[in-house]
């Protein structure tokens, strides 16, 4: 079985400061998909990134990249210059393709604060 | 992408009745998946339903509780039935493509 494993349950940042949350996994599998998914006080989960686990190009979409080490299964989101709508529960997640299936296993998440 | 509509956004119902949550997406998908997320905790996939056949429950989950329908490759609805103060939880609906996940704006229920 797959694990996903958040380690920060809060963190805070101030406003245009970088932050990075931290994500472990746990699989026996080589092809995968992992993303970090943010979840505002509006409930609506919204994808921030996703990263191929064949590819070692870490994903980056404009403030946010991630650091995808494969060998040490760690996927670590940093969000740059931090903005207030950033505040929110942040949920890391992993998904293995195959057989018609992309159910998503989800860490406990980090609840991050953004600080004027 | 996906976008997908889910009703209701919130209600707040009586134990020991039940409550349909209605999904719709903007595609066709193959497959949707419902999941729940208990008061301050993660998300935990409820069921897999498909098209023209019967839903596929995760350990902990079943039918009876937590029926589902998918009539057609846009729609699906899950009832919570016969509910207790445990079932307090966000209810999500999530599609796939590409693969990427998308979500509903999730269902609040409150039971009391």
């Known amino acids: 079985a797959q694990t996903v494993t958040q380690s920060q349950p809060e963190m805070s940042v101030q406003e245009a400061e970088t932050v990075t949350l931290s994500c472990t996994y746990d699989?026996?599998?080589?092809?995968?998909?992992l993303f970090w998914y943010k979840q505002p006080p509006s409930r609506q989960m919204i994808l921030v990134i996703r990263?191929?686990?064949?590819?070692?190009q870490n994903a980056t979409e404009n403030r946010f990249s991630v650091n995808f080490q494969k060998a040490a299964k760690s996927f670590s989101l940093k969000i740059s210059d931090s903005q207030l709508g950033d505040t929110a529960m942040y949920f890391c997640a992993f998904m293995i393709p195959g057989a018609g299936s992309y159910q998503l296993t989800f860490g406990k998440g980090t609840k991050l604060s953004v600080i004027p | 992408s996906a976008v997908i509509s889910q009703k209701p956004s919130r209600d707040i119902c009586q134990r020991g009745t039940s409550l349909t949550i209605q999904c719709q997406v903007d595609?066709?998908?193959?497959?949707m998946f419902w999941y729940r997320q208990q008061p301050g905790q993660s998300l935990t996939l409820i069921a897999t339903a498909n098209q023209g056949s019967e839903a596929t429950y995760e350990s902990g989950f079943v039918i009876d509780k937590f029926p589902i329908s998918r009539p057609n490759l846009t729609f699906s609805t899950l009832t919570v039935s016969n509910m207790s103060p445990e079932d307090s939880s966000i209810y999500l609906c999530?599609?796939?493509?590409?693969?990427?996940?998308?979500f509903g704006q999730g269902t609040r229920l409150t039971v009391v």
């Open positions: 999530s599609v796939e493509t590409g693969p990427k996940a998308f």
């Open positions: 699989t026996s599998e080589n092809n995968y998909y």
């Open positions: 595609s066709q998908v193959t497959m």
């Open positions: 990263q191929e686990a064949y590819k070692q």
